[in-house]
C-alpha cells in the first residue's frame, strides 16, 4: 500500500504542522443574553502530536472545534496553523470529521471522498486515484460504489475520514466522530484511527465525551471546564505507542483516567 | 423599527385586505364587478338571507349524504386495500395512478345518468371524495404497530377484541385525516357539480347570479361556501384533538392496552 | 406474491374491467345508450381525433395547461424558497398559506370570470391560481428539506455559497422537486378542465361538457377516456422519473 507521504501533494506543504490557540474568547448572543462560551483558552499543538479535549457537556468543545476549523469565527484571540491564521474553512490545511458521518446520500463512498476535490476543479483522473488511496487508507478497498445507506456506521465513519484526509491537510479535526457508534465499533475504528495517524503522521486534535478513549488515542489530554469553557489541566499521556487494548487493563491507565475524571468533576 | 410578531403580522396583512376588499371598489380604482365591496357583499347576504339559506339546506343535504358514501365506503375499501396485503399489492398503486384523473370529467356523464337534480350530485361528490378517504385510510391502517396485535394476542385477546379495542382505537387518528380531507372534497364536489348544472343549491345560486354579472351576490355565495367548508374543517380537528389521547397515531402506550383488554367485550364479542 | 405475479394479476384485473365494459352493454345488462360498449367508444375515440374542432380543442387545452404551468411553477418556487430562506416571513406566512391551501380552489372559478371572461387569460389565470399553493408549499418543504449537517460538512470542504447552492441544495432537493412538479401538474391540469367546462367555448372541457349536455354519450365516453389516458400517461412518466432520481431516499 503507497504511503501517503509519497503521493504528491496539492502542493508543497508540511505533512504535519502546529496549532496554536491564543487568548481565545468566544461570546455568542442567545435571545437577549450574552453566553460565554469560551473564555481565555491558549494551548499550543505540536506537529505531528495526536491531542485530545475532553470535557463535560456543553463546555464549548465543538464551538472551539467549529473555530479551528473556520467555520466560526472568534469573538477575540487568535488561532494560527502553522503560523498562518484559520480565517475560513480550508481542507487543504485542515481537515475535518463530524460526529454525524454526514455522507452526501445521493453520492457513492467514493464521490463523498472525492467531494472537496471536485470544489477545488482538480481533473477528474487525479480525484479518483486520491479517493481510491484514501478509500484503502481506511480500510474499505472495494466499498467505492456503495452508497451510505449501505454501510454500516463504522463504515460511514471511516468513509467520511476519508474525505476529511484527501485534501492531505497537515492538520485533522475530529469532533467525537465515534459518539454515534456501538462500544464495540468504537474500540475497533480507535484502534484503526491509530493505525492512519501511524502511517500518516498528521496533527490530530480529538475531541471527545470518552476517557476511555481520550486515554487510549492521546499524546496529550486537555482538559476542559464546563461553560464558559477553559483548560483546566494538561496531561501527558506517559503510555507506550502502539498502543494495545491490554493497557486498558493497566494501572497506569486507570490512573489517567481517573486524573480526568477528578478534574472534570471538580471544575465549577 | 422593531417587528411585528408574526401573529400580528397576519392579522395585520387580514386588516389591510379587509380595508382593500371594501376601499378599492368604493374609491373606483377597481371595478365593482371585479370586486364588490365588502359592505355591499355584507348588505346582500342579510336582504336575501332566506334565498340563500334554502339554497344552503339543499346543499347540506346533499353534502351529508355524498359523505356518508364517500367516507363509508372510502374507510371500508381503505380498510381492505391497506390491511390485506394481497389487495393492498395489488390494487393500492392503481387507486394512486387513478387519483392524478380530474375527476371533474365524470359529471357529464353522471348528469346524464341521473338528471340535474340531486342525485347527481351526490354520486359525483361521492365519488370526489371516495378516492382520498380511501388511499388515507389504507395508508394509515399500515401505520398500526403490528406489535400492539401481538400484545393483544399475548393476553388471549379475541379477534373481535383486538379489532375493536386494538385496531379502531388505533386508527381513528388516521382515519379521521381522511375524512376531514374527503368531507372537504365532497364538499367542494357538490358546490362544483351545483356550479355546472343545477336548479338549486348555493353552487346554482353562484353560477345563475354569475351570469347576470351580480358580483356582490356571488361573493357573498363563494364566502358562504369557503366558510362551510372551514367550519367543518374546523370541527374534525376539534374531534381529532378531542381523540388524540396518544400521542403518535396508532400507539398507544402498554399499560393502558392491558387494562383495555382486560375489560369485559363488547356484545358483539 | 411476486412482482412478476403482481403485474400479470393487475393486468388480468385490466383485462376483466376492459371485458366488462365491451360485455355488459352489449348484453344489455346496461343501458348501452347510456353506457357505450368499450368497442364503441373506441372506435368514435378514434373518429374524434381526426377531426380537426378536437385537435383544436386538445391544442388549446394544452397550450392553457403549459402557460399556466409554467407560470406557476417559477412564481411559486420563488416564493415558497424566500418563505423558507427568510426566517421572518416563513413565520408570519406559513400559517396563512397552509388555510389556503386548506380551501378548495374550485370554488373562487366564477369570481375568475367575472374579472378575466371566459377566453384563454381566464383559464390559465385560474390554472395557476390553481397549482400556485401546492408549488409555494412543496417548494418551501424542499427547501427545508436540505439537512443542516449537510452543509456543514460543505462549507468544511471549503464549499463557495454558489458550490453549496449546486451540489448540496439542488441534489438534495431534488426528489422533492419532481413529486412537486408532477402534482402541480395535476393541480393544473384539473383547474384548467374545470374552467373549460365551467365557462369556455374552446378546450377539452368544454366539448365534453357540449357532448354530456346534448347526451352524445359514445363522444363523451370517448373524451373522458382521453383526457383520463392523458393525465394518467404524464403521472406515471413523471413517477417513474422520480422513482430513478430516488434511489438513494430512505
Known sequence: MQHLAHVTPLDGHAAAAAIEVTDLDHVYANHDAEVAALADISFLVEAGRFVVIVGPSGCGKSTLLMILAGLRHAT????????????????????????????????????????????????????????????????????????????????????????????????????????????????????????????????????THSLTEAVYLADEVLVMSARPGRIVDRIDITLARPRSYEMMATETFGRLRDRIWRQIRAAP | MTRLSPAAARWLIVAVVLALWELL??????????????????????????????????????VALAMVFACGAGILAGSLIGGVALLRNLLLPVFSSLYAVPIVILYPIFTAWFGIGSESKIVFAATYGFFPVTLA??????????????????????????????????????????????????????????????????????????????????????????????????????????TAVWQSAGRISRASLREVVAQPAPALG | MTGRQIVLARLGLLALVLAAWEALPRLEIVNPRLFPPLGEVLRVLAEILARADVQAGVAVTAGEVAVAFG???????????????????????????????????????????????????????????????????????????????????????????????????????????????????????????LAEMYASRTGVGSLIGNWGENFMMRQLFAGVLLLALIAILINESVRLLEARCSTWRT
Open chain 2, 137 to 242: 385510510t389504507a395508508a394509515g391502517i399500515r401505520t398500526i404497530d403490528p406489535q400492539l396485535l401481538i400484545v393483544a394476542r399475548s393476553m388471549n385477546a379475541s379477534l373481535s377484541q383486538q379489532i375493536t379495542r386494538v385496531i379502531v382505537p388505533a386508527s381513528i387518528p388516521t382515519v379521521l385525516a381522511g375524512l376531514r380531507l374527503g368531507g372537504a372534497l365532497t364538499i367542494v364536489g357538490v358546490v362544483v357539480s351545483e356550479m355546472l348544472t343545477s336548479a338549486a343549491g348555493i353552487g346554482y345560486l353562484v353560477t345563475r347570479y354569475r351570469t347576470v354579472l351580480d358580483s356582490a351576490h356571488v361573493f357573498a355565495a363563494v364566502i358562504m361556501i369557503l366558510l362551510l367548508t372551514v367550519v367543518f374543517d374546523a370541527l374534525v380537528r376539534f374531534i381529532e384533538r378531542r
Open chain 1, 76 to 207: 477575540g484571540g487568535t488561532v494560527r496553523c502553522d503560523g498562518e491564521p484559520i480565517a475560513r474553512p480550508d481542507p487543504h490545511r485542515v481537515g475535518v470529521v463530524f460526529q454525524e458521518a454526514s455522507l452526501f446520500p445521493w453520492l457513492t463512498a467514493l464521490d463523498n471522498i472525492e467531494f472537496p476535490l471536485v470544489l477545488r476543479h482538480v481533473p477528474r483522473e487525479d480525484r479518483r486515484r486520491r479517493a481510491l488511496t484514501m478509500l484503502e487508507l481506511v480500510g474499505l478497498a472495494g466499498f467505492g460504489e456503495k452508497y451510505p445507506h449501505e454501510l454500516s456506521g463504522g463504515m460511514k465513519q471511516r468513509v467520511s475520514i476519508a474525505r476529511g484526509l484527501v485534501q492531505d491537510p497537515p492538520v485533522l479535526l475530529m469532533d467525537e466522530p465515534f459518539a454515534a457508534l456501538d462500544e464495540q465499533t468504537r474500540m475497533t475504528m480507535g484502534h484503526e484511527l491509530l493505525r492512519i495517524w501511524d502511517e500518516t503522521r498528521k496533527t490530530i486534535l480529538f475531541v
Open chain 2, 25 to 62: 371598489p368604493r374609491l373606483g380604482l377597481v371595478a365593482e364587478l371585479f370586486l364588490p365591496s365588502l359592505s355591499s357583499t355584507v348588505a346582500v347576504t342579510v336582504a336575501d338571507w332566506p334565498e340563500y339559506a334554502q339554497n344552503l339546506l339543499v346543499t347540506l343535504y346533499e
Open chain 3, 71 to 193: 407560470l406557476a411553477v417559477p412564481l411559486g418556487a420563488l416564493i415558497g424558497v424566500a418563505v423558507a430562506e427568510n426566517d421572518y416571513l416563513g413565520r408570519v406566512f406559513k400559517p396563512l398559506f397552509f388555510f389556503v391551501f386548506s380551501v378548495p380552489k374550485s370554488i373562487f372559478l366564477p369570481m375568475f370570470i367575472l374579472v378575466f371572461g371566459i377566453g384563454f387569460s381566464q383559464k390559465v389565470a385560474f390554472g395557476i391560481f390553481s397549482a400556485l399553493f401546492i408549488v409555494i408549499m412543496s417548494a418551501t418543504a424542499a427547501v427545508e428539506s436540505v439537512r443542516a449537517e449537510h452543509v456543514l460538512v460543505a462549507r468544511s470542504c471549503g464549499a463557495t455559497r454558489w458550490q453549496i447552492l449546486t451540489q448540496v441544495y439542488m441534489p438534495s432537493m431534488l426528489p422533492i422537486l419532481l413529486e412537486t412538479l408532477r402534482i402541480s401538474m395535476i393541480f393544473t391540469l384539473t383547474g384548467v378542465i
